[in-house]
């Protein structure tokens, strides 16, 4: 006969530190019985599985570390424990799993080896910052983050302007440190009727998201702390 597979949950993680708005009964639930968890960085995990209600030691439970380090060839040993019948859980760094995130990788090996995959609600920057941008909801495209070298930035932010003119929302990122270049690069690039919101800090109490043209923001000229930010250009 032959062996239950397990179910693999993907459990989102809070955007900002706080989890009491967007934590479902499911979830603290889950985090009671499932014992094995795959992982991004284990400090905001265990911060989560506690503020979830984790009752047990962390010792009683196994982590599974899956970042931008993890080989493909290392994948399969995560999905041991699902093959041999125990559920298991993704937990992202921040957001959903899966979305910009290394965990969807192991999700599609899930698939190739029929096991369940059920996803949990929770808080996305990507859909957040296009729900308060005013922007075209209905056609819309995450680009996830922009070229490290410059040149070839500038050239992806007017492909994105040009996108965004038609109607089409653009959403992108960069890391939290490169910020203030981006937007120089945006003002400097892009349509001065071109709309483009900036989506800071999204659902912490340092939030600040803003939709203004491209000329507005020339006349604020602002200057971005280097935290988590969204981008869409659009109109």
């Not at 062996?3 to 967007?22: E, H």
């Not at 653009?170 to 001065?192: G, K």
Request: charged residues 20%; neutral net charge; aromatic residues 6%.
């Amino acid at each position: 006969m032959a062996t239950r597979k397990g179910t693999l949950y993907l459990i989102p993680n809070s955007l900002g530190g706080g989890v009491n708005s967007f934590a479902t009964e499911l979830s603290k639930q889950l985090v009671q019985k499932v014992e094995h968890f795959v992982v991004e960085e284990i400090k905001s995990a265990r911060r989560l599985l506690r503020a979830l209600g984790l009752k047990r030691e962390f010792e009683e439970v196994n982590f599974y570390f899956l970042n931008e380090h993890t080989r493909f060839n290392e994948m399969g040993s995560l999905l041991k424990p699902l093959l041999a019948g125990h559920d298991a859980a993704i937990i992202s760094e921040a957001g959903l799993p899966c979305v910009a995130d290394p965990g969807s990788s192991l999700v599609a090996l899930a698939h190739e080896n029929g096991i369940k995959v059920v996803p949990l609600s929770g808080p996305s920057s990507i859909f957040m910052a296009l729900m308060a941008s005013g922007m075209n909801g209905q056609e819309f495209t995450f680009n996830g983050y922009l070229p490290r070298d410059r040149s070839e930035r500038i050239r992806k932010i007017k492909q994105l302007d040009s996108l965004g003119a038609k109607g089409h929302t653009q959403i992108f990122m960069d890391v939290p440190y490169r910020n203030q270049q981006v937007l120089e690069d945006l003002l400097q690039h892009c349509r001065t009727e071109s709309k483009l919101c900036i989506a800071c800090n999204i659902s912490t109490q340092a939030e600040m998201i803003l939709t203004k043209t491209i000329a507005e923001w020339l006349v604020l000229q602002p200057s971005l702390p280097k935290e988590p930010t969204m981008f869409l250009l659009g109109k």
